[in-house]
């Protein structure tokens, strides 16, 4: 090789051997702020928002839903044996969803409504009378979500036709289970029993009362259905967008639908640190304000919308919501999950209502006793031209609500949630679809 070549082929060669490990650096470097990165966008909110406190405008919960699932690797969850009515209702659960061939496509956006239902078939009646009346419900999906089973109130359902519609029975719901747990067990403690002195089995809540199956189903049925429409069905386990949640005396209004899709197309620019959107105020009585303004405030339980990226944040406290002793599910959730999650957790709303709780029976108030509750919930919503039609306008600046009123951190419940078959019970639904070996009660 000539002198000059040689030259410059030693030349080469050491800028090579010098800059390989420059490249390797940079190429290090690259790798880990990507890294950095990405673990910031999934861990929910930053080190400002969380500083902020009581402003929900600098952490976005509308990012793509996290996958990682936390579990207990020391808990095996337990569910208890099925009855063949149990078993029958499980099969019903996989059928797919009716009424496809008349909607056999749901668009891009589209919302996936639940409603959960126990046993009052006048307001159901009433409930799915007003979805008929919502405009475009064809483009959703509507997935039923029973407590126990009722032919009356699956009569109803099975003759809803103006969108698609799936019906789900919680197969574990006290009411399916009359003579073992989680209905009553022969020997169970009854009210304020002594279980000493009356041998009998069962754990006493803060106040000294025993468990009723008509009323931990209250907790049981909305938390296995959150499972189960996240984690568990076909049609859903998939889907990252929000779901809306309404109960069968929640009466819908026409412009509900649009309204919704509206709020969830402004939260994340409106409200980035908002977790979800509601039809109607968190106090149940009120109608709204009537602002030209959008409002945030605390997250109501009528007519409320979240993405998987909230549900994974729920779920990761399942231990705080299946040991809090309280039966009802949002006091549960007010009291001690949302504070657990470092701030207020606001909601997005317009400033009128396109939802309204009716009627005076709860939930299972009366039911199957000797007093039930009878209330016909005849007029019981009117609606001006205004609720008709979209009422929501993208260019409204938001109010933020800060006094949040109601049950806070530090409630310590009404109780009703003592025995911990209950605590155990659901802290197994929330493993049940993300664990294969599961043991019998």
């Known amino acids: 090789m000539p002198a000059a070549a040689a030259s410059s082929h030693h030349h080469r060669t050491r800028l090579r051997s010098r800059t390989a490990p420059l490249l390797l650096l940079v190429v290090l470097a690259v790798f880990v702020v990507t890294e950095l990165l990405r673990s910031s966008s999934r861990g929910g909110f930053t080190a400002s928002a969380r500083?902020?406190?009581?402003?929900p405008a600098k952490a976005n919960h509308s990012s793509a839903a996290p996958r990682k699932i936390l579990l207990d690797p020391d808990f095996t969850p337990r569910l208890p044996r099925q009855s063949p009515l149990s078993l029958s209702l499980s099969a019903r659960n996989a059928l797919p969803p009716r009424?496809?061939?008349?909607?056999p496509a749901l668009p891009d956006g589209h919302l996936k409504i639940v409603l959960y239902v126990h046993n009052r078939p006048r307001y159901l009646?009433?409930?799915?009378?007003?979805l008929s009346r919502v405009e475009d419900i064809g483009e959703a999906m509507l997935i039923v979500s029973h407590d126990g089973y009722f032919p009356e109130m699956d009569k109803i359902v099975q003759g809803i036709d103006f969108c698609q519609v799936k019906q789900i029975f919680a197969p574990y719901s006290p009411h399916l289970f009359p003579d073992t747990f989680p209905g009553v067990s022969p020997g169970d403690c009854q009210s304020k029993d002594n279980a000493k002195e009356k041998r009998c089995k069962g754990d006493p809540d803060q106040y000294g009362n025993h468990r009723s199956p008509r009323i931990v189903s209250l907790k049981h049925h909305w938390w296995w259905m959150m499972n189960t429409v996240w984690d568990g069905l076909q049609e859903t386990m998939g889907f990252d967008g929000h779901i809306l949640f309404i109960e069968e005396d929640h009466y819908i209004f026409p412009n509900a639908y649009r309204n919704a899709q509206l709020l969830v197309d402004l939260k994340p620019k409106k409200c980035p640190g908002c977790y979800a959107i509601n039809l109607a105020p968190s106090d149940v009585k009120a109608k709204g304000e009537g602002w030209e303004s959008l409002v945030a405030e605390k997250m109501g339980?009528?007519?409320?919308a979240f993405n998987r990226t909230v549900w994974r944040k729920i779920h990761a406290k399942a231990k705080q919501f299946c040991a809090f002793d309280e039966y009802n599910w949002d006091i549960t959730m007010w009291a001690t999950v949302y504070p657990s999650f470092g701030a207020p957790v606001y909601s997005l709303r317009g400033p009128?209502?396109?939802?309204?709780?009716?009627?005076?029976c709860g939930l299972h108030q009366g039911q199957g006793s000797s007093n039930v509750c009878v209330d016909n919930a005849s007029g019981a919503v009117e609606l001006e031209e205004i609720d008709k039609v979209p009422n929501i306008k993208a260019d409204w600046p938001v109010r933020i609500i800060q006094r949040q009123e109601g049950y806070q951190a530090g409630f310590k419940g009404w109780g009703g949630w003592g025995d911990r078959r209950d605590r155990e019970l659901c802290l197994s639904f929330a493993y049940m679809y993300h664990v294969k070996d599961q043991s019998p009660a």
């Not at 009128?352 to 005076?360: P, V, W």
């Open 99 to 103: 009424n496809t061939a008349r909607f």
């Open 51 to 55: 500083r902020a406190g009581s402003s």
């Open 301 to 304: 339980n009528i007519g409320y």
């Open 352 to 360: 009128r209502r396109s939802a309204a709780h009716f009627g005076k």
């Open 125 to 130: 009646r009433l409930v799915v009378d007003s």
